[in-house]
Nanobody
Framework: QVQLVESGGGLVQAGGSLRLSCAAS????????MGWFRQAPGKEREFVAA????????YYTDSVKGRFTISRDNAKNTVYLQMNSLKPEDTAVYYC????????????????WGEGTLVTVSS
């Protein structure tokens, strides 16, 4: 079955950086839109970033634009989220997700989800 395994989370001070990775298996990775979502304590899960099947299009929520960068390596079946200038409000469990659509459509939703990795930003 499809597996999405996140890694790279941890504890970092405000202003620091982290790079999340998500390794995918049992899917035709290069045909999927990949995304990152997060859920902070007591809040609903929210969209962070997405990247189209060939990396040609990227999508970001406003609060991370200019600080986070999503990328993918189709040869390695891996998607990344480079997070710079981290803020305490970025603290959350970060989830990797895959959509069978080649482009990101928020109303469509995602088809597969990882288990998440915790990012904690201290002030």
């Amino acid at each position: 079955q499809v597996q999405l395994v996140e890694s790279g989370g941890g504890l970092v001070q405000a202003g620091g950086s982290l790079r999340l990775s998500c390794a995918a298996s049992a899917l035709t990775f290069s045909s999927y839109t990949m995304g990152w979502f997060r859920q902070a304590p007591g809040k609903e899960r929210e969209f962070v970033a997405a990247i189209s099947w060939n990396g040609g299009y990227t999508y970001y929520t406003d609060s991370v634009k200019g600080r986070f960068t999503i990328s993918r390596d189709n040869a390695k079946n891996t998607v990344y989220l480079q997070m710079n200038s981290l803020k305490p409000e970025d603290t959350a469990v970060y989830y990797c997700a895959a959509s069978e659509s080649r482009y990101y459509f928020p109303e469509r939703g995602m088809d597969y989800w990882g288990e998440g990795t915790l990012v904690t930003v201290s002030s």
